[in-house]
Each structure stands twice: as structure tokens, then as C-alpha cells.
């Protein structure tokens, strides 16, 4: 069983950042994919980012390429998404999740609120 837990949400400004962490616990971390996904009121959920082992070949939704970077730190068990020059339409519950056999990802964190104002 895999335990993820989101931290770093908030209320934003338009073009402000905010710095989402994703706590990883309970199977080797080196095994895992680690993504991020969003989900708005009334829209399904959205794949925004992942990391695959940390091999360097990150992928982005084309909405967020340039403004959104992941990353993970192996030795603290921890996946990061920094977020730049947000936007109101980046406002969603952004969800952490992880995989060994990507794109089915089988553990989910609660989700954290990202809200960004006009």
C-alpha cells in the first residue's frame, strides 16, 4: 500500500506561484511514477504533470508546459509541482498520485485546493 499526502495549496493572484508537495510513503519510492492531476467544479480530472523514476523525461499537459515544473527528491520521499504565472484556469483540487505501471495509477492522495484570483 502506497500513502501519498498533498500539501502547499492555497489562494493565488493571477501570475503568482504556489510550490505543491506530494509526501510519499509505504513502497520503495524509486519504483514509483509520481503525477499530478487537477480536477475543477464540473469538469473531469485532468493528468498535469509526471515524473517517471526521475529519469529525466517529465511529462506536461500542454496547458501548463513552461509554467509548471515536477521533480522529486528521492532521498526525502517527495514529489514537487512548482507552479508559475498561474492563472484563474489553473483553479482546481490538484491531486498526487502514483504508479508502477503508468498511465493506470493506483494510489491517490486527499487533494489540495489551488485557487487563483483575477
Known amino acids: 500500500q502506497v500513502q501519498l499526502v498533498e500539501s502547499g495549496g492555497g489562494l493565488v493572484q493571477a501570475g503568482g506561484s504556489l510550490r505543491l508537495s506530494c509526501a510519499v510513503s509505504g513502497r520503495t519510492f524509486t519504483t514509483l511514477a509520481i503525477a499530478w492531476f487537477r480536477q475543477a467544479p464540473g469538469k473531469e480530472r485532468e493528468f498535469v504533470a509526471g515524473?517517471?523514476?526521475?529519469?529525466?523525461?517529465?511529462r506536461y499537459v500542454d496547458s501548463v508546459k513552461g509554467r509548471f515544473t515536477i521533480s522529486r527528491d528521492n532521498a526525502k520521499n517527495l514529489v514537487s509541482l512548482q507552479m508559475i504565472s498561474l492563472k484563474p484556469e489553473d483553479t482546481a483540487v490538484y491531486y498526487c498520485a502514483a504508479s508502477s505501471s503508468p498511465p493506470k495509477y493506483n494510489w491517490w492522495g486527499q487533494g489540495t485546493q489551488v485557487t487563483v484570483s483575477f
Open positions: 515524473d517517471y523514476w526521475g529519469r529525466g523525461n517529465a
